[in-house]
Nanobody
Framework: VQLVESGGGLVQPGGSLRLSCAAS????????MNWYRQAPGKEREFVAT????????NYADSVKGRFTISRDNAKNTVYLQMSSLKPEDTAVYYC?????????WGQGTQVTVSS
């Protein structure tokens, strides 16, 4: 099982980024997929989740209305579209899946929001 995040970078406040999480070693179509983030000196926190069918999506209150999670099962990839970015969104963003009661994580992608 491998998760590879990409798409991070430096963006000005109010800007947008789209993160991707490419999965291999399993098929995402059968699983809920999640995004988490970890800011310097803070614990990792939940950002967004999407069920295997895409029928249910939930967000952390801090990103509601600004972030959109989506999935392309044909490409075995999950996305996180981030808009109206704020300095407090600065963090390493991680993709996550739970398979057979075990959590798998990618290596993370750095998002820095700064002018």
């Amino acid at each position: 099982v491998q998760l590879v995040e990409s798409g991070g970078g430096l963006v000005q406040p109010g800007g947008s980024l789209r993160l991707s999480c490419a999965a291999s070693g399993f098929t995402i179509s059968g699983y809920n997929m999640n995004w988490y983030r970890q800011a310097p000196g803070k614990e990792r926190e939940f950002v967004a989740t999407i069920t295997w069918s895409g029928g249910t999506i939930n967000y952390a209150d801090s990103v509601k209305g600004r972030f959109t999670i989506s999935r392309d099962n044909a490409k075995n990839t999950v996305y996180l579209q981030m808009s109206s970015l704020k300095p407090e969104d600065t963090a390493v963003y991680y993709c996550n899946v739970r398979l057979s009661l075990r959590d798998y994580w990618g290596q993370g992608t750095q998002v820095t929001v700064s002018s």
